[in-house]
């Protein structure tokens, strides 16, 4: 089963419907203001979770109605984040993957936030990813492979989230390393490209967060 979070940051309606159309969720979550979102998509979450401290009235009446949605409501003044709060409801109905839409935004302190949500999902051996219309964002640790025909943009950096990244390898690329240790400051892995079909990455120890772009 895949998840799909709709959270209250930025949300090109357009292009969420697009991308749902491979996403194949069977299961939705609605965070907070991204209900607003949800209901322009025709989405209808199986969870609503969060403070709703940003959501519309009109929004809440419309899918309260709804009775089957489940409802998890937290006051505003609490240590985790809403977003934080539904990724740890995902992970425990252990799906194959959890895809975001609306993580990002205006704020750059929430959208860093809700970058760092991805590490709980990583921890639980669970794919994760961010969406918007310029990128798609996630965690590498260990090994991945990726094909030049599945990348979001031509653009991928790899940039060490929360710590170094010792001993990254980055094979097929145009910019290659061999069991280089990246700190977290310097701005080397930014905007490689892929030099071949299938490419490869390898850190042993550590995460990189990767963003596939395009402009």
């Not at 209900?35 to 401290?53: C, E, H, Q, T, Y």
């Not at 490689?192 to 990767?210: I, K, S, T, Y």
């Amino acid at each position: 089963m895949n998840i799909g979070i709709v959270n209250g940051g930025s949300c090109d309606i357009d292009f969420c419907f697009e991308y749902m159309k491979q996403m194949d969720c069977g299961y939705w979550i609605g965070v907070d203001s991204g209900l607003a979102a949800m209901k322009k998509l025709g989405v209808i979450p199986n969870l609503a979770l969060g403070d709703f401290d940003s959501a519309d009235e009109e929004t809440l009446a419309y899918f309260r109605s709804i009775r089957f949605i489940e409802w998890e409501e937290f006051p505003p003044e609490k240590d985790l984040t809403d977003l934080e709060l539904a990724v740890h409801r995902a992970v425990e109905k252990k799906p194959e993957h959890i895809t975001v839409m609306g993580g990002t935004g205006t704020r750059f302190d929430h959208t860093l936030a809700a970058v760092k949500t991805m590490k709980i999902a990583l921890d639980a051996g669970i794919g994760m990813e961010f969406i918007d219309p310029h990128q798609r964002m996630y965690l590498i640790a260990g090994e991945r492979e990726m094909r030049r025909e599945d990348l979001f943009g031509p653009y991928i950096s790899f940039l060490p989230l929360c710590g170094p990244a010792r001993g990254v390898t980055l094979e097929g690329f145009k910019y290659g390393l061999a069991g280089a240790d990246l700190d977290p400051w310097p701005t080397l892995t930014v905007s490689n490209e892929p030099a071949a079909d299938l490419m490869r990455v390898r850190v042993e120890e550590g995460v990189l967060l990767c963003v596939e772009a395009r402009d």
